[in-house]
């Protein structure tokens, strides 16, 4: 850590712990630099999203975080993990792939404030806008057979909706397999990428990538008004509160990730599940029928009955809601 980086840390720190205002001369004498340290530190931690007050005769006082911090993770962080925290990025998956093959450790975490080609599953594109969301990708090396991989997705979608429920008091619904919906639009896309070994028939590791709209962006979501939706409305800041979300989903999700087979995970996804009854599209590449969905079996397969009368389980494919 630079020393510049680490008068930043600490100013922020005495700024966390204090509500009143602190004069230049008063935290350069406590963390034992000059005042052009502190006036500079300051101008640089503005630049960086940070919302500081400045009054003549009374000092600063910071206001709001208008990003996501490293110092704020690991403030509600319950575990030490390798954390990668970057303004904009093509793909924290892409990132965290790419890590992977290095030798990254699990628990590698990439995060970024916006992505210039975030996707979704099936090659579609995911909408991530600056400053308002959490987007965010995981190194996994877990020992399973590479047909069981689904367990990682929809580990993670409990994982992250006790995380919104804990930090935001917001209770998120799934919908198979992989997306999370709030007041019946969608505010979270999962997605899990796996390397394969070909000899044993198990992952190499694999890469879970999340995608939550946290806040509305200031302009909307435009085209996708119709199906996106988002946690709360737009603010100029809410870095903490990301950034505590953020965390909390990086220890429920590991914490559960060790607990994949268990009765408790499957019941807490079938219980959050809203597709049950509900009529579906079910859409594998081009082919698309309609179906009705019955139920869920514990290995996670969806139970749909088409039109027919045919009965099957899903393991793979993507379903959409038939408006009713």
Not at 9 to 19: A, G, M, P, V
Not at 26 to 38: M, P, Y
Request: aromatic fraction near 8%.
């Amino acid at each position: 850590m630079s020393v510049k980086t680490k008068i930043k840390d600490e100013i922020l720190e005495q700024f966390r712990t204090i509500s009143h205002e602190a004069s230049g001369q008063q935290i350069a004498a406590k963390l034992g630099v000059s005042r052009n340290a502190v006036w500079k530190a300051i101008g640089e931690l503005r630049d960086e999203g940070f919302l500081i007050e400045g009054t003549s005769g009374r000092g600063y006082k910071l206001c709001g975080e208008k990003y996501m911090s490293e110092s704020l993770m690991r403030k509600y962080l319950k575990r030490e993990l390798p954390i990668t925290l970057l303004k904009s990025t093509a793909s924290t998956s892409d990132l965290a792939k790419a890590a992977a093959e290095d030798g990254a450790p699990e628990g590698s975490v990439f995060i970024a404030e916006t992505q210039l080609s975030g996707r979704g599953r099936t090659g579609k594109s995911f909408y991530s806008p600056p400053g308002t969301g959490i987007y965010m990708s995981m190194v996994l090396r877990p020992s399973m057979p590479a047909t069981e991989a689904l367990k990682i997705t929809t580990c993670a979608a409990v994982a992250v909706s006790e995380a919104i429920e804990e930090v935001t008091g917001k209770r998120a619904s799934i919908k198979w397999v992989n997306d999370l919906f709030y007041n019946n639009l969608k505010i979270c896309g999962i997605l899990t990428e796996a390397s394969f070994n070909m000899e044993n028939g198990g992952l190499n590791y694999a890469v879970l990538g999340i995608g939550i709209n946290v806040l509305a962006p200031k302009d909307g979501f435009g085209e996708l008004s119709h199906i996106a939706g988002a946690l709360m409305p737009y603010s100029e800041n809410a870095g903490e509160i990301r950034s505590r979300l953020a965390a909390a989903i990086c220890d429920t999700f590991l914490k559960k990730y060790t607990q994949m087979n268990s009765t408790e995970l499957f019941e807490g996804y079938r219980r959050r599940l809203f597709v049950f009854g509900k009529k579906v599209s079910v859409i594998n590449g081009a082919n698309i029928r309609s179906a009705t969905v019955l139920g869920i079996e514990k290995d996670y397969k969806l139970i749909v009955r088409y039109e027919n009368g045919e009965v099957e389980s899903l393991s793979s494919g993507e379903i959409s809601i038939i408006p009713e």
